[in-house]
């Protein structure tokens, strides 16, 4: 059992190389030396902390936020080396299992996120949830879907390159499917690929348009393999069913943007959504545009119709108890 700022992380790892939350850096770099090195068809568990690198706490307030430390954004646990991985080589990661640790948070970070020139103010809200749902706020519960939102291996170019932008190697993708059962194929530019995780998620809406999901802690375990000359040209993501859980009885809300920057239309449709949810729910519009980057997805509907092309934001009706 480890303690992990302010919460509980109690998964076994005693089968498995572990990499603990102190094995970390900050930065895509791909002269760090790898903090363990496993086989092709190992397992490997990894201590992941939140995206704020432990500069917000559950105790935390939104004056925490105006002062978060940008360097230390985004940290990740790692590298890993992967014997038999060479430039050229597909790296197969079996996603394994998650163990959250039941707090995370979401935030609204000045001049960050899709609507950031609209919501200029810090603003933080916690979270308390179990592996089933997120109690997000009274009648508000989302279902728990854990995830990785940062995972990659290290670029050909040299030097320290930032994790916020994902690369045609990973990184900070966002991508909500990447849940326990998942498998993610990597393009290795670097001997031995160095892998390495971080930025956890309870839950997390398609686009992340305030810029944070249920940030949180967590344990993650996973399988490496090497595909000998296979490498994507971009990562690719084999999901199972359930990370795509069928929509509720409650059925589906949805708000469209329609113009001809895809950008623009994005926002229209986030604007539109959370003007829906204060009307209908009461919420603020500050909480409100948080639960569209927590649970609602945004899809492109339409990039053929010239001159104009529709984005859509989906949210699933079942959040609302």
């Given at each position: ?170 990184g900070n993708m966002d991508t909500r499917d990447l849940v326990a059962g998942s498998v993610l194929r990597l393009p290795v530019e670097v ?33 490496v393999s090497v595909e000998k000359s296979a490498a994507p040209r971009f990562p690719q993501v084999w999901a199972p069913r359930h990370a ?78």
């Amino acid at each position: 059992m480890r303690a992990t700022r302010g919460v509980t992380l109690t998964m076994n790892t005693m089968s498995y190389k572990t990499l603990h939350q102190a094995q970390g850096h900050l930065g895509w770099d791909n002269g760090i030396e790898p903090r363990v090195r496993v086989g092709s068809g190992e397992s490997i568990a990894f201590e992941v902390v939140d995206a704020s690198g432990g500069q917000i706490t559950p105790e935390s307030t939104a004056e925490a936020v105006g002062r978060m430390d940008s360097a230390k954004i985004n940290p990740l646990t790692g590298p890993v080396y992967v014997d038999g991985a060479e430039p050229g080589d597909a790296l197969v990661v079996e996603l394994i299992a998650f163990e959250p640790s039941g707090w995370g948070w979401t935030a609204l970070i000045p001049g960050f996120g899709l609507l950031a020139d609209e919501f200029d103010t810090a603003y933080l809200h916690h979270s308390r949830y179990t592996s089933e749902a997120v109690a997000f706020a009274p009648g508000v519960r989302v279902p728990t879907r854990p995830f990785t939102g940062t995972i990659g291996v290290a670029p050909a170019e040299s030097g320290r390159h930032s994790v916020i932008p994902p690369r045609r190697v990973g990184g900070n993708m966002d991508t909500r499917d990447l849940v326990a059962g998942s498998v993610l194929r990597l393009p290795v530019e670097v001997s031995g690929a160095l892998l390495s995780v971080g930025d956890t998620h309870a839950a997390q809406g398609d686009g992340e348009v305030c810029g944070t999901a249920v940030e949180t802690a967590m344990n993650v375990r996973l399988r490496v393999s090497v595909e000998k000359s296979a490498a994507p040209r971009f990562p690719q993501v084999w999901a199972p069913r359930h990370a795509r859980p069928e929509t509720t009885a409650a059925g589906t809300y949805i708000t469209t943007g329609i113009g001809d920057d895809l950008m623009t239309a994005a926002r229209d449709a986030v604007r539109e959504m959370i003007d829906h949810i204060v009307a209908t729910y009461g919420l603020t519009p500050e909480l409100a545009y948080c639960l569209c980057s927590v649970a609602a997805d945004l899809h492109i509907s339409e990039v053929v119709d010239a001159p104009n092309w529709v984005v859509s934001a989906h949210l699933p009706l079942g959040v609302f108890a």
